[in-house]
């Protein structure tokens, strides 16, 4: 606020003058090389604006309006303002000049802009006379619902404390200089009367204008009373100042008078400081003094600018380096009286000597805003963002205005407002709301899940069949339909069943690394056991039937070591390349995050694809085998007609394997698993019920069947037949 300071004038030129203002805040009276000798009581604009930007920034209000009054105290101070406001990303709707001289139609121009300004905070830099001129014309055109800034130029404006502007400045927050308790200022207000200080003529002028009388005058030693008119008295000395109702006699508010009598004090020490100075101890050139009784301004000007003490009221007055005073405010909020006036309540203070962030302090539940809500209100171009969205700018608008736009797939926002969204890592997902990165879930074949469970059922299922059928022809096993089958084959074709339908479970359940490097190979190697197996006794039914006629040369290949012999050999070849596989390129657990959206699949990773179908193809190509043996074979007499139940095992067995791939090679993750364990299970079943059912319908149901007779008579009646 922009008020002429007091001035302590010597001899010299007048830049060596010494001036202490008490009311004006304009930042550039701060240069030192335009203004080398001014120095004040009141804090400066730049204090003030820094102060309104944390006060709007505190409340977070981010879409607001500046009213400045067109002159250096409005346009340095809304500058600063603005460009404080801007360091905190809040965005400035407007900034408009509010004419000094009336001006209708640049007063309308500015009612037209709050009435469509979508801001509801608006700080108003300005004094009183002008802030007056705009807020008639609020009223007048009833905008209500904003919530107005006072700069100290109007924060106290009585003016506007009337029934008139209750509507529209209720809840106004305002800065004011600091206010102070004076002692004494009071008795001496009480006391002031002119008898006391007839020589003070400017009391007299006072005493007439606020009693409406006039004084006696002398003329000639004789005492004339002139009435100038019908409504005027003859002032008596006996009115009494304290039955009036003056607005100076209000001690509530003594913010101007603390400054003056701040300065005041600051001369009378700098005074005290200069007449205490030693000889030889001066500041001066040589050390000297200032002559007490003709010192020059600017030396009583070194002892102003180097005043520390501490006044009345406890607190510290000094100048800093551009004879400025710290930064302090009281925050004042228009609160409605019963009477239908405001009282300016203090809610809070701004002092710029505390630390960084803690300038500000407010009283936030004392505050009462307009309307009477106790709720702060907002002020923002665009509601702020949730937790989960990103802003996302709007062209040719404000940072402040903005679109909220969810985040993609894979990405979080973790605070309100966020301007990009964070990406999970590759074994976490944002939960629903996006707003926190979860653990995926694991996918893999669980024995928990209905799936993994009927698969586990029928992997068990699928190996009692085989123990039960080999406890049968251990039992039956002097019976000749199990001699003649080879018992020792089929004990190990069937344990080797047994163990091919054990193998699916190690398919089910989390896959570890123990797992993962015993599962396929279970498989493999159990596979091709029963394959050999079989591979071996269609054999042996060949070399059988071939050795039967008594010029046969193989008849020394029949036997035991044969088939023992057929089912190592094949079996090695397994073996080896399974051993070659884990040692080479073992199988291992990974994890992959790309095959299903928020979702970690577990599983094993075959190290080597070519390993892999190799073995699978090794199996393959013993089937291949098995069938076109067993094939040639089907039509030998019927003692040796297992061969044709061979033969169907092996188109089961291929038929299923080769449905297998396409399968397997089109599913990912548990199902991929299921897809094998369900060829294996489906493999194992299909080799037992075409081997070994009918051997066990014979042997439980048709024990007649079951003879020696029955079976050589079968054969000598299919080969007189064949004959």
């Not at 209708?104 to 300005?126: H, M, P, Q, W, Y």
């Not at 009927?454 to 085989?466: E, T």
């Not at 089910?508 to 591979?535: D, E, K, N, Y």
Request: glycine share 6%.
């Amino acid at each position: 606020m922009s008020i002429p300071g007091q001035a302590l004038s010597g001899t010299g030129s007048p830049s060596n003058d010494c001036h202490i203002s008490y009311g004006s805040s304009v930042q550039d009276l701060s240069d030192k090389t335009q203004f080398p000798s001014f120095l004040r009581t009141t804090a400066t604009d730049n204090f003030q604006a820094y102060g309104l930007a944390k006060l709007v920034i505190y409340f977070n209000w981010t879409w607001i309006g500046i009213l400045a009054e067109d002159n250096d105290y409005g346009h340095q101070g809304s500058h600063l303002l603005k460009q404080e406001l801007e360091k905190a990303d809040v965005c400035v709707e407007f900034l408009l000049a509010i004419p000094g001289v009336f001006s209708g139609t640049r007063a309308d121009n500015i009612i037209e802009v709050l009435e469509r300004s979508t801001a509801k905070v608006i700080v108003v830099f300005s004094t009183s006379n002008s802030v007056r001129q705009v807020m008639q014309r609020v009223v007048s055109r009833n905008i209500t619902g904003k919530i107005w800034i006072a700069s100290d130029g109007w924060s106290t404006l009585n003016q506007l404390s009337t029934a008139e502007f209750l509507k529209i400045c209720e809840g106004t927050l305002g800065f004011s200089v600091r206010r102070g308790y004076m002692p004494g200022f009071k008795e001496f207000l009480d006391r002031i009367h002119p008898s006391r200080t007839p020589e003070d003529i400017f009391l007299r002028i006072f005493w007439e204008h606020m009693f409406n009388c006039k004084w006696p005058i002398q003329v000639q030693n004789h005492t004339v009373s002139i009435i100038v008119n019908e409504a005027s008295t003859l002032c008596t000395g006996n009115e009494v100042l304290q039955s009036l109702d003056l607005p100076f006699m209000d001690m509530s508010d003594l913010s101007t008078s603390y400054n003056a009598y701040n300065a005041v004090y600051s001369v009378a020490h700098a005074l005290h400081n200069l007449k205490l100075c030693q000889p030889g101890e001066g500041p001066f050139v040589n050390r000297t003094c200032a002559d007490t009784h003709n010192f020059q301004p600017w030396q009583l000007l070194h002892y102003i600018r180097n005043v520390h003490f501490k006044n009345s009221n406890g607190e510290e007055v000094f100048f800093d380096a551009n004879g400025n005073p710290p930064g302090i405010y009281d925050i004042l909020n228009w609160q409605p009286t019963p009477k239908r006036t405001f009282k300016f309540v203090t809610v809070g203070r701004f002092d710029s000597r505390a630390s960084s962030g803690l300038e500000l302090t407010l009283n936030q539940s004392s505050i009462t805003w307009n309307g009477g809500e106790k709720q702060v209100p907002q002020s923002v171009c665009s509601k702020s963002c949730p937790l989960g969205y990103k802003k996302i700018s709007i062209p040719g608008k404000p940072t402040c205005c903005f679109d909220c736009v969810q985040c993609s797939e894979g990405e979080i926002a973790n605070k309100t407002d966020s301007t990009e969204c964070m990406k999970c890592s590759d074994d976490d997902w944002p939960n629903q709301e996006k707003d926190e990165c979860v653990k995926k879930p694991m996918e893999f074949l669980s024995y928990e899940e209905p799936l993994g469970k009927v698969l586990a059922a029928a992997s068990l299922g699928a190996a009692v069949f085989p123990a039960a059928i080999l406890i049968i022809f251990i039992q039956r096993q002097n019976t000749p339909l199990v001699k003649a089958n080879n018992r020792e084959l089929s004990y190990l074709l069937l344990f080797s069943l047994f163990l091919c339908a054990l193998c699916a479970l190690v398919f089910i359940g989390r896959p570890v690394t123990v797992t993962c490097l015993v599962r396929q190979v279970a498989f493999g190697i159990t596979f091709a056991l029963c394959l050999s197996c079989i591979l071996a006794k269609t054999v042996i039914v060949v070399i059988a039937f071939k050795a039967t006629n008594s010029d046969s040369k193989i008849k020394r290949w029949v036997g035991p070591q044969l088939a023992k012999s057929i089912v190592i050999i094949a079996m090695a070849f397994q073996v080896i390349l399974c051993a070659l596989w884990l040692v080479l390129s073992p199988p291992s657990v990974e994890r992959i995050n790309s095959y299903k959206i928020g979702t970690t699949v577990v599983e094993c990773n075959e190290g080597s694809p070519a390993a892999f179908w190799c073995m699978l193809g090794y199996m393959g190509l013993l089937a291949m085998v098995s069938f076109v043996v067993a094939f040639i074979s089907r039509k030998l007499p019927d003692c040796f007609n297992e061969a044709r139940f061979i033969t169907f095992s092996m188109l089961v067995f291929i038929s299923v394997w080769l449905s297998f791939i396409p399968a397997y090679l089109s599913t990912r993750g548990k199902y991929m698993v299921a897809v094998e364990i369900f060829a294996i299970l489906s493999s194992t079943c299909g080799l037992m019920s075409c081997i070994f059912i009918p051997k066990c319908y014979i042997i439980l149901l048709r024990p007649d069947m079951n003879t020696k007779e029955f079976l050589l008579g079968r054969g000598k009646f299919i080969t007189k037949k064949q004959k």
